[in-house]
Each structure stands twice: as C-alpha cells, then as structure tokens.
C-alpha cells in the first residue's frame, strides 16, 4: 500500500479488497476532505466530477491511466517486474501505471475503498501541485510512446495510446485557452474567441449533466459545480505554464 502523510484511510476497509493474480495494481477512491473554503471545497468538486469518474469512465474499457499514489495497492512482483517506481517523471504513480499495463498487467479499481486527503490550502501552492501533476503526465505520456513500437504488445498498447492521445488534447486546449485570454487581454476579440469560450463553458456543462445521470453525486447546486470546475480548469492553466518556466524541474 502506499499512503501520502496528508491522506487518511480506514484500513478494515482494505482488508475486504479481493485481487486476482493478473491485477497489478489497484485504485481506492480518493476524496477531499471537507472544509468550508472555497479551495478546498473546488478540488473536492474536481476529484468528484473528473478525477474520479474519469479513472471509472476509462476503466470500461480496460484502462486506467493512473493508480493515485495518494492511496492504493501495488503488487510487489508487478513493480518488482517494471523495476519499480521510477524517478524520471513527476507522476511516478501514472508513470507506473501506464508501464504495469504496457507489460500486460491489468488494472483493478476498489471504488467502496474511500481515502481522504488534506488539499493545497493556497492558490500558490495548488498552482505548484498541478505543474507537477500536469508535467509529470504529460512525461509519462513521452517514456508511453517507446511501448507502442515494441513487437508483440499490441493488446497493451491501448493506455499507452489514450495516455498520449489525451496529453495532445491537453496541450492544444491549454494554448487555444492562452490565446484567447491573451487576445480578452489586449480587448482584441473575436468570433473564434467567443466560440472557444463558449465551447469550453458548453462543455463543463454537459459533464456535469452526464455524470449527475450516471452516477449520485453530493448536493450540490449546479452554478456551485460549474464556478467550481471553471475554477480548477484556470488554475491548471497556471499550473501548466507555471510548470513550463520553472527554473526548478520538480515542483
């Protein structure tokens, strides 16, 4: 198992976790814990509505992109196999993750398993959590591309091809989002703009919707959601370009 110092768990629940041998690692919910700022409160809306229902989304189809270190099961033969937790990447919990399934381990996720964790307490220091977060997977999506030419692995190549197909997306929507904040900025806008932003807001939207209908999800009022995510989606913009010109590799 490993623990963050800032997550808690009840561990009689980890005791009922039931495995099979080709499960190499397996994911627990993780939640934020509940406090009344509003930073906090938007990250326990972004793990509720993304983080979270992303991980269950994708698991329909065989892949997880990410066991959360934070709180999870690892098999040791499987790390042992990968060489363990590797150091060349900021995300060493998707990094590995992404390398167990390349080398045909699957992926189990123990959804009754709740841990709770202790979010950034400060825009400065949620903004240096997502540099590391957002560049350390987009780095396991770089080491993910080696995988898919390898002979043989074609049935492991799937997380390997989402994990890279999704940091392409995250990278072209981080700057079409810089080039219109930067044209709001210079009072230059126009209809490409207005379209973006009303995509990007149309888009938050419908989430909200699909999952309220898929999942039961905590009372909360629609407009709270929405400022919420739109929040956390500018705040990992900063994150993204505080990560890019940091002197500092690790955040």
Do not use: H
Not at 29 to 54: C, K, S
Not at 81 to 86: E, H, K, L, T, V
Request: hydrophobic share 55%.
């Amino acid at each position: 198992m490993t623990l963050d110092a800032d997550t808690s768990i009840a561990l009689p629940a980890t005791a009922s976790v039931r495995t099979s041998p080709e499960i190499g690692a397996i994911a627990f919910t993780i939640v934020a814990a509940d406090t009344d700022r509003f930073l906090a409160d938007a990250q326990a809306v972004e793990y509720t509505y993304v983080l979270n229902f992303e991980r269950v989304a994708l698991a329909g189809f065989g892949i997880v992109l990410t066991v959360p270190g934070a709180a999870s099961l690892w098999r040791a033969e499987a790390l042992r196999q990968i060489g363990g937790f590797s150091s060349r990447t900021c995300a060493e919990d998707t990094d590995a993750t992404i390398t167990l399934q390349s080398a045909g381990w699957r992926i189990g996720l123990a959804l009754d398993v709740v841990a709770t964790t202790n979010c950034p307490s400060t825009i400065r220091k949620l903004i240096r959590q997502r540099a590391r977060w957002i560049w350390g997977n987009l780095q396991a999506a770089f080491y993910a591309l080696a995988p898919c030419f390898l002979p043989g692995r074609t049935a492991q190549r799937g997380p390997s091809l989402v994990m890279i197909a999704i940091s392409v997306m995250i990278v072209g929507g981080y700057a079409v989002a810089t080039a219109t904040l930067v044209r709001l900025t210079m009072l230059d806008v126009g209809l490409i703009d207005v379209a973006a932003s009303a995509v990007l807001f149309f888009a938050t939207v419908m989430r909200i919707i699909v999952i309220r209908r898929l999942q039961t999800m905590p009372e909360r009022g629609m407009i709270a959601v929405l400022i919420a995510l739109l929040s956390m989606q500018a705040i990992n913009l900063a994150g993204f370009w505080y990560g890019t010109f940091a002197r500092r590799r690790r955040w």
